[in-house]
């Protein structure tokens, strides 16, 4: 079995507490250990307690643990809060400033010794460097590390923060003499990225052709339009952003009626408000490609905490009814991959798709084998080709005919011959408004077919092992799915979801009849997956929720506790 | 090419004698004569009966939903910087449900033309009270008379940094006609306000009495359309009843110019296949030397 240690740096938010963390994991990633860091932090841009828990590994990591090896704390609230879940060996290093009397705690003399060689805010390198020493980490790849993450700041800030390291590698710590690092690694090198959901949505966009992002900010949805807003420009391409979700979801429909690839980003609340726009592009069959990263809900919600809660308004997203498509990734390449995908599908089914993250897996990074250049299979579904295409010019190009799969040929705006009608209205096949009722259920059911050919796509991933029960569930659970039956050597089969709506029916039906009992496991209080699937599918009484609600992702022991306890049921 | 060839023959669902039927003529006219190819162009409207001026046009059209119009043309454009782009809808469009977008647009000066054909009453649900309708107007939601201070259009695109504000008034076609495409020869956001009276359920802001109540620009005194103090002023001084160019400012740099968008190609044609290099590029954050 692999070997695993986690460490939780904590302290008061906005004084780098999270850059030090990946600091620290790009530098283990660097010397070929696995890394995966989760991130807690408050609705606010000073002050608060804030943490980053990192798990390191020798082989690839998808959770945390569900016990710490060393807390290293910037403020008293970080002891507080997790003393509670460090491992008996534990250890509690604090900054001497903070005057813990507590024997169980080292104080490290981080602010003095960054004052001393730069200035207090580089008590983060200090940090690092006690950690590094302990780690047994050779200070040379920390030093690099620092080196690239300070380079803009300029040569003194390198200089000094290069000065505090070396003061904490040189500290002698009575209490830490003699603990044992972190196992030498015996496999070779691969070649890693470390990144985290987010990143790899963008990286998938980009790659799958997006030139049009129109987003309103929200946590935790963000860093994709930033990420957007610094490479677009130089692709020719354009990050606007938008003065509301509403606005942000129709200028992406705009957008992609003119014919270029388009995306936004967005999470529960602006969700909420592009309702309107998912029915807009369903209507008027037009593709666009919509992120909802989850956080907790309902209304404002709690912000910055994960939840899965936002799939059950999705599944029946709008008034009316219209085709719509929900792909869900479980894992870092997944998003990438998935992104991608949705960009194809999306043009190819025109129509809606949603890409479902979660907070955890939007924001947390991650060391991963590095993903390898590949020309993307790009599908733009059907466009009108020349004899399509009116010769008079008039408007009577038949956008929305009516075809065996329910797919008619798009034209872009400034075709010749192309000239046609869009609306939001029941329309007919050129795009004039209709509440005939002859041609609304002609329109009606020629939509509706299109996914046909969708069904059959495999859309599940299922691991064997030799289980008699089987965990079924999507998003970030996956990685802490994956550890807790490894971990804990469980015997339950498991697998995850990557397209819910439509839902792969019949292959979910092959795979439940397989087994007794069926826990679907997700983050939100209703069981919302497993109530479309038990709507869909039936086997109710086989079907067991195992939820979490409370915010925090769920953790590998409290999962293989009930896991256990359904097994030998 | 003349107004016929930019109409696709379809009858529209309008009252007759509403005063939408010449916007449609302006905006066929104002193509005619600017000689845009029909299929070079796009009229995004909102939802309402002005909002179904865009399928009655023989080019390219886009109805969207309520509010709606200005988000949707301005990523048309953006995304087809050789399309002429024409926004159209009515005084709920572009004083309510969609007050925001018009304000940001106005801020973010696309090259693109809104006409909002404004008749101060919900006409479609059949009467009911707009952000524009007169105080004492009685409507189906109002009936004892609208009370709220309408929303005064002129001074709200001005003060949102307008670089183009005209008023224009359906009964004076010939005038509407150059409005529109001055709209559309400006460079940068323009916005039409067109008086279009609803004969309907309007019975106070009648064509009569726009006739009595409207002055030019000229009668106004008012005769430097650069001069933001002196439209502000006549705007005011009339209470917001002229018509003419009120507001023109020349060389304001636009979005396109804004976001170095103006020497792409349009951003259709750009390549969507990426190369080696720009993977290189895009991951190289996520690389540990990165």
Known sequence: MSWKRTILIGGIQGEGVASTGINLMKALSGIGYYTYGERKFSSRIKGGNTHIMITISDEPVTCVTSNINIIMAFDHETIDENRHLLSEDGLMLADEKLGMEDAAIVSLPLTKLAKEHGSPLMKNTCAIGFLGKMLDIDRGVLEESIKRSYQRKGEKVVNENMLVLHGAYTTQVEKLEGRKGIPVLSQSKQEVMMLMGNDAIALGALMAGCRFVAAYPITPASDIMEIMSRVLPDEEGLMIQAEDEIAAVTMCIGASYAGVRSMTATSGPGLTLMMEGLGLAGMTETPLVVVDAQRSGPSTGMPTRNEQSDLAALYHAGHGEFPMIILSPSTIEECYELTIDAFNLAEEYQCPVILLSDFNLSLSPQTIEAIRYRQPDINRGVIAVEKDLMEDNEDAFERYALTETGISPRVFPGTKGGIHKVTGLEHTVTGRPSDRKGNRAKMMNKRNRKFASLQDQNSLSVEEREGKILCLTFGSNWGVLKTTVKDFGLKVDIAHIARIKPLPVDQLKKLFSRYSKIVIMEQNQRGQLAGIIKQELGFHDKIISLTKYDGEAFRTKDVAAQLERWCNE | ?290
């Open chain 2, 1 to 290: 090419m003349n107004m016929k060839d930019y109409s696709n023959g379809v009858h529209p669902t309008w009252c007759p004698g509403c005063g939408d039927f010449s916007v449609l003529r302006s905006i066929q006219l104002a193509a005619a004569h600017l000689e845009i190819p029909r299929e070079k162009m796009a009229v995004v409207s909102g939802i309402g009966c002005s909002g179904r001026i865009s399928g009655y046009m023989n080019t390219y059209g886009f109805h969207s939903v309520h509010g709606r119009s200005l988000p949707v043309a301005q990523s048309v454009k953006l995304s087809n910087k050789d399309l002429t782009v024409v926004a159209a809808g009515g005084d709920g469009d572009a004083y309510a449900i969609g007050m925001s977008h018009t304000l940001h647009a106005i801020r973010r000066n696309v090259n693109i033309t809104y006409l909002v054909m404004n008749n101060q009453v919900y006409g479609l649900t059949k009467g009911h009270t707009s952000p524009v309708s007169q105080v004492g107007l009685k409507t189906k939601s109002a009936p004892e008379g609208a009370q709220d201070t309408p929303v005064h259009p002129g001074l709200l695109a001005l003060g949102a940094g307008a670089s183009f504000y005209a008023q224009g008034f359906s009964a004076e076609q010939e005038e509407l006609v150059e409005l529109i495409k001055a709209g559309i020869d400006h460079k940068g956001f323009s916005l039409i306000n067109i008086f279009s009276p609803c004969i309907t359920y309007n019975k106070t802001n009648t064509y009569d009495w726009f006739r009595k109540h409207l002055v030019t620009c000229e009668q106004a005194g008012h005769d430097d359309p650069e001069n933001l103090t002196s439209a502000l002023s006549v705007l005011q001084e009339t209470q917001g009843l002229m018509r003419g160019i009120i507001f023109r400012k020349t060389g304001e740099p636009t979005f396109e110019e804004n976001h170095h968008l103006a020497n792409n190609p349009p951003m259709i044609e750009v390549p969507l296949e990426p190369t080696a290099e720009k993977f290189q590029r895009w991951t190289a954050r996520f690389r540990l030397d990165g």
